[in-house]
């Protein structure tokens, strides 16, 4: 369900069928699939530093550094969630795509850390439960290599046990961010450390 309303809260617009059938407003993933298609252990990772010249050009940037991960989760029979279909009903779903973001702010020393579900029909959208916010993810045309990543509000913490919420919002030049694919090494670097309790 929390995917269904976080495709929604992201502009993926409904779709509508028959005057008489209800508006369908379900996540179609056809995007997402098409991104990140559906396997096993299927995972992306898109990540961009800004150095001294570039924040030079841009002083009112405040992310000194972006990294994304996307994943594509099965889920088994007792994690599977309802979704709503075209016709008006509703069927399980057994899987999910999910995110996390790590940030490095001006002024800020600690890297900043947000998780939740991603879903897509016309856009890709991934948000933080509880009304935190999200990005928007849109491919590049002609590159499978890049994608960027549109802010408005976020909702970021110091990582496991959450700490201080902050919301990093997309003013003047942190609005949108273009990032390239990134090794699985540094995914799995920032999953670690978004994983680590807070001492």
């Not at 299927?42 to 530093?49: K, M, V, Y």
Request: hydrophobic share 35%; with cysteine; aromatic share 8%.
């Amino acid at each position: 369900m929390r995917r269904w309303m976080a495709a929604l809260a992201f502009g993926c617009c409904s779709l509508l069928a028959d005057p008489a059938m209800p508006e369908y407003r379900g996540p179609d993933y056809f995007k997402l699939k098409a991104l990140l298609p559906p396997g096993p252990g299927a995972a992306l990772c898109f990540a961009r530093s800004y150095g001294a010249e570039h924040l030079s050009q841009h002083p009112k940037q405040k992310v000194t550094e972006l990294i994304l991960s996307l994943r594509y989760v099965a889920l088994g029979e007792d994690e599977a969630t309802l979704v709503a279909k075209q016709d008006g009903g509703t069927e399980k779903q057994y899987f999910r795509y999910d995110f996390t973001l790590a940030a490095k702010v001006k002024d800020r020393g600690p890297t900043l850390y947000a998780s939740g579900d991603c879903a897509s029909a016309e856009g890709i959208g991934c948000g933080v439960d509880c009304d935190g916010g999200g990005i928007a993810i849109e491919p590049v045309p002609g590159r499978d290599d890049a994608i960027l990543v549109r802010l408005e509000r976020i909702r970021m913490t110091l990582g496991c046990g959450e700490g201080e919420a902050v919301d990093l919002e997309g003013d003047a030049d942190d609005k949108l961010f273009k990032l390239t694919k990134a090794p699985r090494p540094i995914r799995d670097s920032m999953q670690a450390d978004a994983e680590k309790p807070l001492q």
